[in-house]
């Protein structure tokens, strides 16, 4: 009985954190036919959590309780939340947009491709780290805005998606706020790979 209690929290979690993504302008013809597309990563707007803290206040109330709990928590935990996006979101969302755009169409996507045409914006807006207590957790969740704009002039915007709520989670326990957020960014790729191998293809 405690292991379908169990069960039936996490699909409701689950459920109520469902992903959505929406066209907010443009269209899909151009990416036929591409063989790279540049990346970037923008943060500058970013907030967290519930209360839309920006990532300087996260950090700060964060890092603030860690210390708490233990001297020296807190300014380590501030390496890692620092250098993550560097060395597990941005990597993460590459590697899933490659996996199934890659493999299927034949299209490479990276950071500092200068010489493409077109350049897609991972844009964050929201971030929501989750929690993982052992037999209850909750998935992160990703809020960003996909933009397809032309490299050489930033502000033609080709093509906007909306991404609301990419859960962010692992089968098993996932213990590090950073990886979760990094489930997260690694769902939206796969999701806006999907919606471009069946709009542009």
Do not use: H
Not at 26 to 41: A, H, L, M, R, S
Not at 132 to 160: C, H, R, W, Y
Not at 162 to 181: F, H, L, T
């Amino acid at each position: 009985m405690k292991k379908l209690i169990t069960l039936c929290t996490f699909l409701a979690c689950f459920a109520v954190q469902a992903q959505k993504m929406k066209v907010e302008q443009g269209g899909f013809d151009f990416i036929k036919g591409q063989k790279e597309i540049n990346v970037e990563f923008v943060y500058d707007n970013m907030r967290l959590m519930k209360d839309n803290l920006t990532n300087e206040e996260y950090v700060t109330n964060r890092s603030a309780d860690l210390e708490e709990k233990a001297r020296g928590k807190g300014k380590t935990w501030e390496k890692a939340w620092e250098s993550s996006p560097t060395l597990i979101w941005q990597p993460k969302f590459l590697e899933l947009i490659n996996k199934y755009l890659g493999n299927e169409q034949d299209i490479y996507f990276a950071e500092d491709l200068s010489d493409t045409p077109y350049t897609l914006i991972v844009e964050t807006v929201w971030l929501y780290p989750g929690w993982d207590a052992g037999i209850m957790k909750q998935p992160a969740k990703v809020t960003t805005n996909l933009k397809f704009v032309e490299t050489s002039n930033k502000d033609t915007i080709l093509l906007e998606v909306s991404s609301k709520n990419a859960p962010g989670d692992q089968w098993g326990n996932n213990y590090s706020n950073e990886s979760r957020v990094g489930e997260g960014y690694a769902k939206t790729a796969k999701s806006l790979a999907k919606l471009i191998s069946k709009k542009a293809f």
